[in-house]
C-alpha cells in the first residue's frame, strides 16, 4: 500500500469513528434534556423516509444520464448518491423540525 492510500484509509476511519461518537455524543445530551420523544421519532421517521425518496428519483435521473451516453465510473456515481443521500436527509429534517 502507497502512502496515500494508508492516508485514505486512515481518513475513512476517524471519519467513521467520528461520526459514531457524534451521534452517540448527541444522543446522550437529547436524552439528558428530554429530546428523545415522539416528536423526535415522528421527524426522524419522515426524514428518513424523504431522503430515501430523494435518493430514489436521483438514482433514476442518473440512470437516464448513464442512457444518454454519460460516461460514470462506479466511486463517483456511488460518491453522488451518497452526497445526495446525505444532504436530502438533512434538508428534510432541518424542514420536519421547522414544520412540525
Known sequence: MEWDQILGFAGLLV???GGLLGLWWGR????EN???DERYASIMTRS???AWKI??????ALFVLLL???????????SILLLIHLFGWTCSTFYYNFKL
Open 48 to 50: 428518513f423516509s424523504s
Open 68 to 78: 444518454l451516453g454519460v460516461q460514470l465510473a462506479a466511486l463517483p456515481l456511488l
Open 55 to 60: 435518493t430514489l428519483i436521483s438514482m433514476y
Open 28 to 31: 446522550k445530551k437529547a436524552a
Open 34 to 36: 428530554r429530546g428523545l
Open 15 to 17: 471519519g467513521a469513528s
